[in-house]
C-alpha cells in the first residue's frame, strides 16, 4: 500500500502541484516581508534583530531592577543601528558625572517608548528636542541623557533616576510614565532572558503573522477607555511622592499618539497624581494630527511603538512646554506654577 502511495506521489502530475504550491507560498512569504519591511526583509542580519533584546542585556547590579542594556553596544536592533556608550545608556557619547559648566542636562526616564524602541538615537524625541534648544544658541548647552529601557514600570524608573541618574546632576527630570499598553506587554514581574537565548526571526514565517493580524482574525475594535489598575496607581503614588521631594523640576509626561481623546481615563489619572505632588505634567496627545492614521505613526505595522514621525511630534510637545514653563534656562528651580 505506502509503496502504491509513493508512487502517485511522485507522479509528474501531483509533484508539479506540490511544487507550485510551495512555491506559491514561498512567494507569499516574500511578499509578506516585502511589504512589511522592504528590501531589508533579504538581510539574515536585518531579520535577526527583530525583537531580539536578550544578546543587548545584561543583570543590573541596581536593586528592584532585573536587567539593563549592556555597555559599548555596536549592533542593529529593530533593523535599526543601536549603540551605548560605556555605562549602557542608548547614547554614543560618555558624559560626565561632573556636569560642564553653562550646561542644561536633563534626564530621561521612562519604558520603551522613551528608549526608542526601532529607532536611532539621533531620531528619538529627546535627541531630537536636544537638537532644536542648541539651534537656538543662546549661550547654553543642552543636554538630554536617556536612561529609558524596555519593560520598566514607574518603580523601575525610580530605581534606574535614584541609583544612577541622579549622579549625573541633572536641571531637569523628564519621567516618562509607561503607558497603559507598555504596561500590558511588560508585566511588572517580568524576568531577564536567560543567559544565551536567542530568537531567530530571519526563519519565521511573516505571511502567518500578517494573516493573524489582519481584521480577519483581530477585528478593529473602537479605542478603549480604560485607566490604570489600582495597583499601578499606588506605586505610581509613591513614586511621584519621591520625585516631588528631590528639589529638581520633574516633568511627568505621557508619550501617547494617534489614539484616545483629551478624556481619557488612563491620562487624567495620572495628571491628578502629578497635581497632587505639585509636578509638572505634559501629555503628548492633543500635539498630533489627527488627520493622519495611526499605522503613519509606528515604527512597523505590527509593532505599535512610536516611529520617528511620532518623535518629531514629542519633540514640539517638549520644547514647547519647557519654554512655556520656563524650565529650557539652565537655573530652572522653584515651585512649579501648574
Same mark, same amino acid.
Given at each position: 500500500?505506502?509503496?502504491? &502511495?509513493?508512487?502517485?506521489?511522485?507522479? !509528474?502530475?501531483?509533484?508539479?502541484?506540490?511544487?507550485?504550491?510551495?512555491? /506559491?507560498?514561498?512567494?507569499?512569504? %516574500?511578499?509578506?516581508?516585502?511589504?512589511?519591511?522592504?528590501?531589508?526583509?533579504?538581510?539574515?542580519?536585518?531579520?535577526?534583530? %527583530?525583537?531580539?533584546?536578550?544578546?543587548?542585556?545584561?543583570?543590573?547590579?541596581?536593586? $528592584?531592577?532585573?536587567?539593563?542594556? +549592556?555597555?559599548?553596544?555596536?549592533?542593529?536592533?529593530?533593523?535599526? =543601528?543601536?549603540?551605548?556608550?560605556?555605562?549602557?545608556?542608548?547614547?554614543?557619547?560618555?558624559?560626565?558625572?561632573?556636569?560642564?559648566?553653562?550646561?542644561?542636562?536633563?534626564?530621561?526616564? $521612562?519604558?520603551? *517608548?522613551?528608549?526608542?524602541?526601532?529607532?536611532?538615537?539621533?531620531?528619538?524625541?529627546?535627541?531630537?528636542?536636544?537638537?532644536?534648544? *542648541?539651534?537656538?544658541?543662546?549661550?547654553?548647552?543642552?543636554? /538630554?541623557?536617556?536612561?529609558?529601557?524596555?519593560?520598566?514600570?514607574? +518603580?523601575?524608573?525610580?530605581?534606574?533616576?535614584?541609583?544612577?541618574?541622579?549622579?549625573?546632576?541633572?536641571?531637569?527630570?523628564?519621567?516618562?510614565?509607561?503607558?497603559?499598553?507598555?504596561?500590558?506587554?511588560?508585566?511588572? *514581574?517580568?524576568? !531577564?532572558?536567560?543567559?544565551?537565548?536567542?530568537?531567530?526571526?530571519?526563519?519565521?514565517?511573516? /505571511?502567518?503573522? %500578517?494573516?493573524?493580524?489582519?481584521?480577519?482574525?483581530? !477585528?478593529?475594535?473602537?479605542?478603549?477607555?480604560?485607566?490604570?489598575?489600582?495597583?499601578?496607581?499606588?506605586?505610581?503614588?509613591?513614586?511621584?511622592?519621591?520625585?516631588? @521631594?528631590?528639589?529638581?523640576?520633574?516633568?511627568?509626561?505621557?508619550?501617547?499618539?494617534?489614539?484616545?481623546? !483629551?478624556?481619557?481615563?488612563?491620562?487624567?489619572?495620572?495628571?491628578? %497624581?502629578?497635581?497632587?505632588?505639585?509636578?509638572?505634567?505634559?501629555?503628548?496627545?492633543?500635539?498630533?494630527?489627527?488627520?493622519?492614521?495611526? +499605522?503613519?505613526?509606528?515604527?512597523? @505595522?505590527?509593532?505599535?511603538? =512610536?516611529?520617528?514621525?511620532?518623535?518629531?511630534?514629542?519633540?514640539?510637545?517638549?520644547?514647547?512646554?519647557?519654554?512655556? +514653563?520656563? &524650565?529650557?534656562?539652565?537655573?530652572?528651580?522653584?515651585?512649579?506654577?501648574?
Amino acid at each position: 500500500m505506502f509503496p502504491d &502511495l509513493m508512487q502517485r506521489v511522485m507522479r !509528474p502530475g501531483i509533484l508539479r502541484i506540490v511544487v507550485y504550491a510551495v512555491v /506559491f507560498l514561498l512567494l507569499l512569504e %516574500l511578499a509578506a516581508r516585502y511589504y512589511e519591511y522592504g528590501p531589508a526583509c533579504f538581510s539574515y542580519r536585518m531579520m535577526n534583530s %527583530l525583537n531580539s533584546l536578550e544578546p543587548l542585556v545584561r543583570p543590573s547590579s541596581i536593586e $528592584g531592577v532585573p536587567y539593563e542594556l +549592556k555597555p559599548n553596544l555596536r549592533t542593529l536592533y529593530q533593523m535599526k =543601528p543601536f549603540v551605548t556608550n560605556a555605562a549602557g545608556l542608548r547614547e554614543d557619547t560618555d558624559y560626565p558625572l561632573e556636569k560642564p559648566s553653562g550646561t542644561f542636562r536633563a534626564v530621561v526616564i $521612562g519604558a520603551s *517608548n522613551a528608549m526608542g524602541h526601532g529607532l536611532e538615537r539621533t531620531d528619538m524625541f529627546d535627541k531630537v528636542a536636544e537638537r532644536r534648544l *542648541n539651534g537656538r544658541r543662546d549661550g547654553t548647552r543642552y543636554e /538630554f541623557i536617556n536612561f529609558a529601557f524596555e519593560s520598566y514600570n514607574a +518603580k523601575k524608573c525610580w530605581n534606574i533616576l535614584e541609583k544612577k541618574a541622579l549622579a549625573y546632576g541633572p536641571d531637569l527630570v523628564l519621567f516618562c510614565t509607561p503607558t497603559r499598553g507598555e504596561m500590558r506587554r511588560y508585566p511588572a *514581574n517580568v524576568r !531577564p532572558p536567560k543567559e544565551g537565548s536567542h530568537r531567530y526571526d530571519f526563519f519565521s514565517s511573516y /505571511f502567518w503573522a %500578517l494573516i493573524k493580524n489582519s481584521i480577519l482574525f483581530q !477585528p478593529a475594535r473602537p479605542y478603549e477607555n480604560i485607566g490604570y489598575s489600582e495597583e499601578q496607581l499606588r506605586e505610581m503614588d509613591e513614586v511621584y511622592g519621591r520625585l516631588s @521631594g528631590l528639589g529638581i523640576p520633574a516633568c511627568i509626561v505621557i508619550l501617547k499618539y494617534g489614539e484616545g481623546d !483629551p478624556s481619557d481615563t488612563a491620562a487624567a489619572q495620572i495628571r491628578a %497624581l502629578a497635581e497632587k505632588h505639585g509636578l509638572y505634567f505634559l501629555d503628548t496627545w492633543p500635539h498630533f494630527d489627527k488627520s493622519i492614521p495611526l +499605522k503613519k505613526y509606528l515604527v512597523f @505595522g505590527d509593532d505599535p511603538h =512610536p516611529n520617528e514621525k511620532a518623535s518629531i511630534f514629542f519633540a514640539d510637545a517638549v520644547t514647547a512646554f519647557l519654554a512655556e +514653563k520656563g &524650565l529650557d534656562r539652565q537655573k530652572a528651580a522653584g515651585v512649579p506654577a501648574l
